[in-house]
């Protein structure tokens, strides 16, 4: 085949490339995030992406660690994995640095995760998270909160109560239940699985009922603790919250309180982000427990919910202002006259192409920029320049120093 030795222009299965377009939403999106998480009084963090394999070993769940993680030995034959989330990082930093850091420890951070699984819509295998966590609070008030701020989040993108659900559980309920069930460990995590998937399964009465030998009652799931939450929820005027006795959510680590935001709407019925609290995760650093609560939003079940609902923003490039040259002669004058906009604060890009101007234009238009200036001998002579603004056509004569000034009270 005469394309045999090309390469492919196509990124790795299930992960993105961002042109300018999906950029801005990217930024959009994370800049959300950033200002709601950082008005809780959240502060922001980092770590590497790669992670020592052990890590997720302990706690993080089975079907993660096993199938869906990104491992590899490195150079000196130590196993490495790609973080398939940011929990276990955030939990060894807090260890590493717990006497210097004071508590309640408010931490945010927006990193990316791979996990090797089926792409499909809303899942691929490299995605962002907003993850927020608050450490050293054992009380039901940083629950309260961390509902709260995702709560505001989905406010913040435009989202109306009404339009989404935040359904919660709690895992000591979940656990006593199951040892009301005197189950086996092995049995009681088959069936802990086959409740986390009820959702996709037909068959789930057989199935449960193979697993426990008689039907399942449902009334052994009640939380006696739920009330109190929502009331406190409540209180803060968080309404959309229900008990959802099957909620159980993937990872070993949750001690307690578990919740999952859903889409309500029916062409989105799915699950967009969740958490919970996670008391004993310091114990694998061989560290006294410290209560940790946090959830993490992903920026594709987001984006995916800002499109059903219509509440993903026009895209605006950061380029203000596409100065097109008519003859190449006067390259050299529209690269200075860039440089003093420039000084005005505009972001300004410059045609090179000697193109015929109704090309450069359409240039300037194909890529969203609102305004053109033209520059030709007349211009250049008369220091007078015709802003054109590409989505009303109106022009306006301007002196340099009016450009800025200009386009500022256009823009708003
Ligand atoms: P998780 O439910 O595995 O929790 O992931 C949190 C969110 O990240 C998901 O609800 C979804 O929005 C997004 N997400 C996860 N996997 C994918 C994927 N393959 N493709 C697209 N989006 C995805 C955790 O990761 C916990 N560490 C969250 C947490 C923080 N709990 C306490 N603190």
Wanted: proline share 4%; net charge negative.
């Amino acid at each position: 085949m005469a394309g045999k030795d090309k390469l492919s222009t196509d990124p790795y299965k299930g992960v993105r490339d961002f042109y300018p377009r999906e950029m801005f939403v990217q930024n959009y999106i994370f800049d959300t995030m950033r200002e709601v998480a950082e008005r809780y009084g959240y502060l922001e963090y980092s770590a590497s992406i790669l992670e020592p394999t052990e890590l997720y070993e302990a706690k993080t769940g089975e079907e993660i660690v096993e199938e869906q993680t990104y491992t590899f030995m490195d150079r000196g034959g130590r196993s490495v994995t790609l973080r398939p989330e940011m929990t276990p990082s955030v939990a060894r930093m807090v260890a590493a640095k717990r006497r210097e850091l004071s508590f309640p420890l408010r931490l945010y951070s927006i990193p990316n995760a791979f996990r090797y699984e089926r792409p499909q819509r809303g899942r691929l295998r490299e995605h962002w998270q907003l993850n927020c966590d608050i450490f050293g609070v054992a009380g039901i008030e940083a629950d309260v909160e961390i509902i709260l701020l995702a709560s505001q989040i989905m406010q913040a993108f435009g989202a109306k109560e009404r339009d989404f659900e935040i359904r919660v559980n709690n895992r000591r309920a979940l656990g006593e239940a199951f040892s009301s069930l005197g189950l086996s460990e092995e049995r009681a995590k088959e069936l802990r699985v086959l409740i986390d998937k009820k959702d996709k399964i037909d068959d789930f009465n057989v199935r449960a009922e193979a697993i426990l030998g008689k039907p399942l009652d449902p009334s052994i799931f009640n939380w006696s603790g739920f009330e109190e939450l929502q009331n406190a929820l409540s209180d803060a005027g968080v309404k959309n919250v229900v008990h959802n006795p099957e909620l159980v959510r993937g990872f070993d680590y949750y001690t307690g309180t578990v919740f999952e935001v859903f889409d309500i709407s029916p062409e989105n019925n799915r699950s967009l982000f969740g958490g919970g609290r996670y008391d004993n995760l310091l114990d694998i650093f061989g560290q006294e427990s410290l209560p940790a609560v946090g959830f993490g939003m992903g920026d594709v079940t987001m984006r995916d919910f800002l499109e059903t609902h219509k509440l993903l923003p026009e895209y605006v490039p950061t380029t203000d202002l596409y100065i097109c040259v008519l003859q190449n002669e006067h390259t050299g004058a529209a690269q200075t006259l860039a440089e003093k906009l420039r000084e005005q604060g505009l972001n300004v890009a410059v045609d090179y192409s000697a193109r015929k101007i109704g090309e450069q234009i359409k240039a300037a238009d194909k890529q969203g920029i609102r305004f053109v200036l033209c520059l030709g001998a007349d211009e250049v002579a008369s220091k007078k320049y015709k802003v054109k603004n590409l989505k009303t056509g109106e022009e306006t004569e301007l002196d340099e120093s009016g450009v800025g000034d200009f386009i500022w009270s256009q823009e708003i």
